[in-house]
């Protein structure tokens, strides 16, 4: 059914080109005057299904749903978009994972600051994840879920989800896709953070959340059209030293107002508990407002453990 959004409790060296920069087309950097280092980078659509379209939800739920629906979405993420998920890769060869070297974190909520002035710090209390995006960017509740999943699915299965995500321009385009009254909205980009419990390493996460967020935001049903690179090892300027991929769509066809290709960023990496973690980029590719990727590695670059649960 789409990107859905839920209200539960529950380096790469940037001198390097960009393997996916559209030839003929030059991104301007609005963020270039904020942030002196040179740092590049690329969150969620949405339209109907019954047509091949993604529909964006949004459905406030009470304290005890949120439980049993963190619970879904923690055991589907896990997937990275299940066994049949053409766009997925298979598991990454390279398996070593460092461990984040990094000082004490900070404390989570609201005393989390950002690291870059004028930006705002964005916190998934919870994981113990904190970043920064630029003014323009709106965090949602602490307890937001944003997610995907597969067009027609009765249970509105999540394949991939962040948690406290923020989102740039939520109404970015909208449109009644499927004329049943209702208009949907799409955004032009988000970015968040997850837990990855169960996965089997940092490569495999990058690789797999990246392409499962591109399909089910903008190619679904057809995988072919997400191609996704390799997973490289990248370190913030914390400190913190994990996976990134980027995955993108070429060839949408733009049957509905808001259709578009997509992009996805994803850097995974090791938690102080041993387990995984990861932050996610997701948003519209190839059109007049998108997001730079020199924009996205500047939030990527923010990506920081803080102590979880705000203790």
């Known amino acids: 059914m789409g990107p859905g959004q839920q209200q539960p409790t529950g380096g790469n060296d940037p001198r390097q080109p960009n393997p996916y920069q559209q030839p003929g087309y030059q991104q301007a950097d609005p963020y270039a005057q904020q942030q002196p280092p040179p740092w ?85 209390a919870d994981k113990g994840i904190a970043f920064d995006v630029p003014a323009d ?12 999943s597969e067009n027609g699915d009765p249970d509105d299965k999540p394949l991939v989800a962040m948690k406290a995500p923020a989102v740039l321009k939520e109404k970015w385009c909208t449109d009644d896709t499927d004329r049943d009254g209702r208009v949907d909205d799409t955004s032009l980009a988000s970015a968040g953070s997850r837990g990855n419990n169960g996965a ?65 960023t994803t850097f995974a990496f090791r938690t102080p508990d041993g387990g995984f973690a990861s932050w996610s980029f997701v948003g519209a590719k190839g059109v007049k407002e998108e997001v730079p990727d020199a924009t996205v590695r500047r939030i990527l670059a923010t990506v920081r453990l803080v102590r979880a649960g705000g203790s």
Do not use: F, M
């Open 200 to 264: 089997k390493s940092a490569e495999e996460i990058a690789r797999t959340d990246s392409a499962t967020w591109v399909y089910g935001a903008y190619t679904q049903p057809d995988h072919k059209k997400v191609t996704v690179g390799p997973a490289t090892s990248y370190t913030t300027a914390s400190g913190l030293t994990g996976s990134l991929a980027t995955a993108q769509s070429s060839g949408v066809q733009r049957r509905h107002k808001c259709d578009s290709d997509g992009k996805a």
């Open 137 to 148: 960017w709106a965090p949602q509740s602490p307890d937001w879920v944003s997610y995907v």
């Open 40 to 124: 590049r980078a690329p969150t969620v659509a949405a339209a109907p299904p019954g047509d091949g379209g993604r529909r964006t939800k949004v459905i406030a739920v009470t304290a005890a749903a949120a439980v049993v629906l963190a619970a879904t979405v923690t055991g589907a993420v896990l997937l990275g978009g299940g066994s049949d998920d053409g766009a997925a890769p298979g598991p990454a060869t390279a398996s070593a994972s460092a461990s984040p070297s990094v000082s004490a974190p900070e404390r989570a909520g609201a005393g989390v600051r950002p690291t870059l002035p004028g930006w705002k710090a964005v916190v998934n």
